[in-house]
Nanobody
Framework: QVQLVESGGGLVQPGGSLRLSCAAS????????MAWYRQAPGNQRELVAT???????SYADPVKGRFTISRDNAKNTVNLQMNSLKPEDTAVYYC???????????????WGKGTLVTVSS
């Protein structure tokens, strides 16, 4: 069974930095796009950043220039380096990956359980 497990959340002051990590485990053929989403209290889940299997990143406008997504295909991990954090970045951050398995050779989305990031003084 495929699992995505996030780590690295916590409390940080405005202007500070955090690094989130997500590791995929289990039996699978390949991982296509990996991404980070976030959901603030009372809001819908929103896309933060994506990265293709070839390493091409894409960012939502609110985080451009502050966040950097990266991945290590050998370790099946995706990271999110968050700099210049603002109170409005406070949210639960979710890892997402499109993964192909023997049961789902066409692939499907998998989600982590989320990690809380709180930006506050």
């Amino acid at each position: 069974q495929v699992q995505l497990v996030e780590s690295g959340g916590g409390l940080v002051q405005p202007g500070g930095s955090l690094r989130l990590s997500c590791a995929a485990s289990g039996r699978f053929f390949s991982i296509n796009i990996m991404a980070w989403y976030r959901q603030a209290p009372g809001n819908q889940r929103e896309l933060v950043a994506t990265i293709s299997s070839g390493g091409r990143p894409s960012y939502a406008d609110p985080v451009k220039g502050r966040f950097t997504i990266s991945r290590d295909n050998a370790k099946n991990t995706v990271n999110l380096q968050m700099n210049s954090l603002k109170p409005e970045d406070t949210a639960v951050y979710y890892c997402n990956a499109y993964i192909r398995t023997d049961m789902r050779p066409g692939g499907m989305d998998y989600w982590g359980k989320g990690t809380l990031v709180t930006v506050s003084s």
